[in-house]
């Protein structure tokens, strides 16, 4: 049997433990009772009464070690075994963390009697039978287990048995019970952090008394969330980080910002009474677009200087009231401040250079899936930020609900356990565990790169805002929270009684502090006027033209191959196709011409960053950025070899989410304007699953924060009989969003106008770019009719209206068809397959639909004087697609005398058919009607 095989009596059992120890008592009590009856040689070491036990439990210098053991002495060592182990893994259960909690929670794992235990029998165990590694003074079990009970159900516990990693688990352990984590403050630095919290309380006080009733989502009862920023902050840069992003929701935002970020007490002041120094504007051009947000949203930078390190940025990010949905982007930020872009290939990431730190809601942070969408980036490459610092400022309400309405975990911090993070729970009340915790985080992440989870008790002072009464839903909650000391108080009181400070000077500093907010707000004026708006003109840039040698060039080496990587054979047939369409008489489809953008953009110096889900081979077949080896699976990413490129190329395939994704791309390019940004839906309506990213970031952050972006959202849209889920991407829902020239929202029908588009998009990066919402197609993608040939993409540039050639005499025309998209080509189509002349009809196609090309649209219809009617053709139902964002758009700028007729779907519920047939007997109608002269006269 196994067991035998290892034993050697000289010294088998030398640590023996846990369920091998269990094995070796009930082989004794067999031997008690027949020593025949087990193996010779564990009878062997039987003979030698005793000592077997002493050595298994790692101790042979025990003057016990040679007397008579019982089986129930062994029971009692085993069970005291278990009781450490269980404190460790149940401690956080019953640790006292919770400010206003009367009582300790009882938890059977933790109780002696659940062992049969007590603690006259722990104390004839030596400690190191319970816990190897015990410190000096740890004598007897009875001692580690008390020492172990302070460890993990104090004012601070710890919550590591979900982790896995063994290393990681034995390390945590290790700084744990050694103490090495601890934060020991000189008596300077502990005066230094109660004046920290005297600015932090005395603030929310002075808001309090001077803006009665004003909304500010005070901190209060979760103060100390201040200085563990603060020393996150200093020691992420003493370790090397050149940016902290930090990201939070607005419970105790205005502190933050008013002592973490620097922004100056009279702008806060400012902004609470409309005085000159808050910049606001409404927006009544298309050049401006300044809106403002409320004072707790927004964000703000700051650089700071640590000896040795020299400089590093604090980013808040601007947050609207979606709370968690802020993570992502934060997680974006960091991952762009931490890559090296400017040089080519895939770029050099470097974790420890930038650190992301998210501020939790307790009743959020299990409540909104984007909180486990955001952790699930923690490991996976293309997403990894080396570890996020994750703080839950737990109030234990969610504006009224109770703990056990908003979740159905023990803790609020139970969703982290999931992805193994390790986490700490710790009471608000006690500001040097506070700070314990923070060290620890830190330290864990700098060793590990990952994530770290720090549980922060406390509670809300006042309701949810401070127009809200909270006695109403918690009477006997707020009972108790009226009577509570606030953390500053009683930290004053500790360092009173240590004869750290005197009761005078604790005093003193708070009236300092109180004179310097009364000195500030004294300086601030009201206004009667709004200052002139912030103004930021429409990028016009259009990009440089590219040879058609250069993309000759360009498409050689992206063809070019390691000798020994084999591609799959139907793909190299693909592949070489490319080789024959820069040549005369070939065309080029449109994968072929986005990666031919792609590849001229990093030529240009423009680096590029596309991810979505199957985005490196393409949802459906056509990219085929990333090659497998046929043999081996080897990856190889012909633009990442590019030898002309002097920008970074990097591609992934995103997790199954588009809330998450899309918000840290947006992250990422705002942090990295330079940068072209593209993230792909894998059908255009599943963006719709992160609407909440669309809305309050990406379409309105200009608008309300200044915060420019020019991500590019790819969203496969075309009616091909699919069904409702996989035809509209709901260009209606962009279109509705579109004002002030806040994004870009494209429909092209031709390979070169999305090759010439991309390129214009790179050209107009940076602080003035616009977002780009391009409907992208599905069956166009291999449609002849939507391929171009290689000289209109070394040619010309890209056309907002796209006149389609083909009438004989503009003078003969008296119908315009005007159309968006895959649409237009099926008119072509069926105009061909008619056969007969169509020398009244003229078809022109709106290839930008937002901004509205006035201009060009009006002087397509000038080439038409005998026009008599101009049709809107979709294929979209008439509530949905661009007829109503267009219709009063082209009814002012067609004559008087000429008519403006719809031809599409009818009104709809559902955005297609959902049987096959049914789609192209309406797709074959309405293309029918568009071809039909009857209701024209001609």
């Known amino acids: 049997m196994a067991l035998r095989s290892a034993v050697n009596v000289s010294s088998a059992y030398s640590n023996f433990t846990g369920p091998n120890l269990a094995y070796l008592a009930g082989l004794y009590e067999q031997y008690k009772q027949d020593p025949t009856s087990v193996p010779e040689d564990i009878r062997a070491l039987?003979?030698?009464?005793?000592?077997?036990?002493?050595?298994?439990?790692?101790?042979?210098?025990?003057?016990?070690?040679?007397?008579?053991?019982?089986?129930?002495?062994?029971?009692?060592?085993?069970?005291?075994?278990?009781?450490?182990?269980?404190?460790?893994?149940?401690?956080?259960?019953?640790?006292?963390?919770?400010?206003?909690?009367?009582?300790?929670?009882?938890?059977?794992?933790?109780?002696?009697?659940?062992?049969?235990?007590?603690?006259?029998?722990?104390?004839?165990?030596?400690?190191?039978?319970?816990?190897?590694?015990?410190?000096?003074?740890?004598?007897?079990?009875?001692?580690?287990?008390?020492?172990?009970?302070?460890?993990?159900?104090?004012?601070?516990?710890?919550?590591?048995?979900?982790?896995?990693?063994?290393?990681?688990?034995?390390?945590?352990?290790?700084?744990?019970?050694?103490?090495?984590?601890?934060?020991?403050?000189?008596?300077?630095?502990?005066?230094?952090?109660?004046?920290?919290?005297?600015?932090?309380?005395?603030?929310?006080?002075?808001?309090?008394?001077?803006?009665?009733?004003?909304?500010?989502?005070?901190?209060?009862?979760?103060?100390?969330?201040?200085?563990?920023?603060?020393?996150?902050?200093?020691?992420?840069?003493?370790?090397?980080?050149?940016?902290?992003?930090?990201?939070?929701?607005?419970?105790?935002?205005?502190?933050?910002?008013?002592?973490v970020l620097g922004k100056p007490y009279e702008k806060i002041f400012a902004e609470f009474q409309s005085a000159p120094n808050k910049e606001r504007a409404l927006s009544e051009s298309i050049h401006t677009g300044w809106t403002g947000d409320v004072k707790y949203h927004l964000g703000a930078f700051r650089t700071v200087t640590n000896e040795g390190t020299g400089h590093a940025r604090i980013r808040l990010a601007n947050n609207p009231s979606h709370l968690e949905?802020?993570?992502?982007?934060?997680?974006?930020?960091?991952?762009?401040?931490?890559?090296?872009?400017?040089?080519?290939?895939?770029?050099?990431?470097?974790?420890?250079?930038?650190?992301?730190?998210?501020?939790?809601?307790?009743?959020?942070?299990?409540?909104?899936?984007?909180?486990?969408?955001?952790?699930?980036?923690?490991q996976i490459r293309g997403y990894t930020t080396g570890g996020t610092i994750h703080i839950i400022a737990n109030n234990r309400l969610g504006f009224t609900a109770e703990e056990d309405e908003t979740r159905s975990t023990s803790a609020a911090s139970d969703l982290a356990k999931g992805f193994e993070v390790p986490v700490v729970h710790v009471s608000a009340d006690h500001p040097e565990a506070c700070l314990t915790a923070v060290r620890l985080a830190a330290l864990y992440r700098a060793?590990?790169?990952?994530?770290?989870?720090?549980?922060?008790?406390?509670?809300?002072?006042?309701?949810?805002?401070?127009?809200?009464?909270?006695?109403?839903?918690?009477?006997?909650?707020?009972?108790?929270?009226?009577?509570?000391?606030?953390?500053?108080?009683?930290?004053?009181?500790?360092?009173?009684?240590?004869?750290?400070?005197?009761?005078?000077?604790?005093?003193?500093?708070?009236?300092?502090?109180n004179t310097v907010l009364r000195e500030v707000h004294a300086k601030v004026k009201p206004m009667s006027e709004p200052t002139d708006p912030k103004v930021w003109d429409l990028p016009t840039q259009e990009a440089k033209p590219v040879t058609l040698e250069t993309l000759q060039a360009l498409n050689e080496a992206m063809l070019t191959r390691p000798e020994t990587f084999q591609v799959y054979p139907k793909l190299a047939k693909v592949l070489e196709r490319r080789r024959e369409a820069l040549l005369p008489g070939g065309m080029v489809d449109w994968a072929h011409a986005e990666v031919?953008?792609?590849?001229?953009?990093?030529?240009?110096?423009?680096?590029?960053?596309?991810?979505?889900?199957?985005?490196?081979?393409?949802?459906?077949?056509?990219?085929?950025?990333?090659?497998?080896?046929?043999?081996?699976?080897?990856?190889?990413?012909?633009?990442?070899?590019?030898?002309?490129?002097?920008?970074?190329?990097d591609v992934h395939n995103s997790p199954l989410t588009e809330t998450a994704?899309?918000?840290?791309?947006?992250?990422?390019?705002?942090?990295?304007?330079?940068?072209?940004?593209?993230?792909?839906?894998?059908?255009?309506?599943?963006?719709?699953?992160?609407?909440?990213?669309?809305?309050?970031?990406?379409?309105?952050?200009?608008a309300k924060w200044g915060q420019s972006s020019g991500i590019v959202v790819l969203l496969p849209h075309g009616y091909e009989g699919q069904g409702p889920e996989h035809s509209s991407a709901r260009v209606e829902r962009y279109l509705q969003l579109a004002a002030a020239g806040n994004i870009v929202v494209a429909n092209v029908t031709?390979?070169?106008?999305?090759?010439?588009l991309l390129r214009r998009h790179a050209a107009r990066l940076g602080k003035n770019a616009r977002p780009l919402f391009l409907m992208t197609p599905k069956s166009l993608l291999r449609n002849p009719?939507?391929?171009?040939?290689?000289?209109?993409?070394?040619?010309?540039?890209?056309?907002?209206?796209?006149?389609?050639?083909?009438?004989?005499?503009?003078?003969?025309?008296?119908?315009?068809?005007?159309?968006?998209?895959?649409?237009?080509?099926?008119?072509?189509?069926?105009?061909?397959?008619?056969?007969?002349?169509?020398?009244?009809?003229?078809h022109g196609r709106i290839e930008q639909l937002y901004p509205f090309p006035r201009e060009d649209v009006v002087r397509l219809l000038s080439r038409y004087p005998g026009l008599r009617e101009v049709i809107w053709l979709q294929e979209e139902p008439e509530n949905m697609g661009a007829w109503r964002y267009i219709h009063p758009h082209l009814q002012m700028l067609i004559p008087s005398d000429v008519?403006?007729?719809?031809?599409?779907?009818?009104?709809?519920?559902?955005?297609?058919?959902?049987?096959?047939?049914?789609?192209?007997?309406?797709?074959?109608?309405?293309?029918?009607?568009?071809?039909d002269p009857g209701q024209t006269r001609i």
């Open 750 to 756: 031709t390979s070169a106008q999305y090759f010439h």
């Open 325 to 378: 949905f802020v993570n992502p982007v934060v997680l974006g930020y960091a991952r762009a401040a931490q890559e090296t872009r400017a040089v080519a290939g895939e770029p050099p990431l470097n974790p420890q250079s930038a650190i992301a730190v998210l501020v939790h809601g307790d009743a959020a942070f299990p409540g909104e899936g984007v909180v486990a969408e955001t952790f699930n980036f923690s």
């Open 46 to 259: 039987f003979n030698d009464t005793g000592s077997w036990v002493w050595q298994s439990l790692g101790d042979t210098t025990s003057s016990t070690a040679k007397t008579q053991v019982s089986p129930s002495y062994i029971r009692s060592v085993l069970a005291a075994r278990q009781l450490a182990d269980n404190i460790r893994e149940y401690g956080h259960l019953a640790a006292q963390t919770g400010p206003t909690d009367s009582s300790r929670r009882e938890v059977p794992a933790l109780s002696l009697s659940t062992y049969g235990l007590t603690e006259d029998v722990l104390q004839t165990i030596p400690a190191r039978f319970v816990w190897p590694n015990a410190p000096l003074h740890v004598h007897t079990a009875l001692d580690a287990v008390e020492t172990l009970r302070k460890t993990y159900t104090g004012v601070i516990s710890y919550d590591f048995a979900h982790v896995t990693d063994l290393q990681e688990r034995a390390w945590l352990d290790n700084v744990v019970e050694t103490g090495r984590h601890r934060v020991d403050l000189s008596p300077d630095m502990r005066v230094q952090l109660l004046h920290r919290l005297s600015e932090v309380e005395s603030f929310e006080k002075f808001l309090h008394r001077t803006y009665v009733g004003q909304k500010r989502f005070s901190i209060e009862g979760l103060d100390m969330l201040v200085p563990m920023l603060d020393m996150l902050v200093h020691l992420s840069v003493s370790g090397g980080a050149k940016d902290i992003m930090i990201g939070m929701a607005h419970r105790g935002r205005l502190n933050v910002l008013a002592h």
């Open 596 to 649: 031919l953008a792609f590849a001229s953009i990093l030529a240009d110096g423009t680096p590029i960053r596309l991810t979505g889900q199957d985005t490196e081979r393409g949802t459906f077949a056509h990219r085929h950025l990333v090659l497998h080896d046929a043999r081996t699976g080897d990856e190889y990413v012909p633009l990442k070899t590019l030898s002309q490129a002097k920008a970074s190329f």
């Open 447 to 513: 060793k590990f790169n990952k994530d770290f989870l720090i549980n922060l008790i406390g509670y809300r002072r006042w309701g949810h805002n401070e127009m809200d009464d909270p006695s109403v839903t918690q009477p006997t909650l707020y009972q108790l929270i009226q009577k509570h000391p606030t953390v500053r108080a009683l930290y004053a009181q500790t360092l009173v009684e240590e004869g750290v400070i005197s009761e005078a000077q604790a005093s003193d500093m708070e009236s300092e502090v």
């Open 899 to 931: 008519r403006l007729r719809y031809i599409g779907r009818a009104e709809s519920a559902s955005p297609a058919e959902g049987h096959a047939s049914e789609h192209q007997r309406e797709q074959a109608r309405i293309l029918s009607e568009a071809l």
């Open 661 to 702: 994704v899309l918000g840290f791309e947006y992250g990422y390019n705002v942090q990295a304007p330079e940068t072209l940004v593209l993230w792909e839906a894998q059908f255009g309506d599943f963006a719709n699953v992160a609407q909440v990213i669309i809305d309050q970031f990406i379409v309105s952050g200009l």
């Open 785 to 842: 009719r939507a391929s171009s040939p290689a000289q209109d993409l070394a040619n010309g540039r890209f056309q907002t209206v796209l006149s389609v050639a083909g009438e004989a005499d503009p003078a003969k025309v008296r119908r315009l068809v005007l159309s968006s998209g895959k649409v237009g080509v099926d008119l072509v189509t069926s105009m061909e397959s008619a056969g007969a002349s169509h020398d009244w009809l003229a």
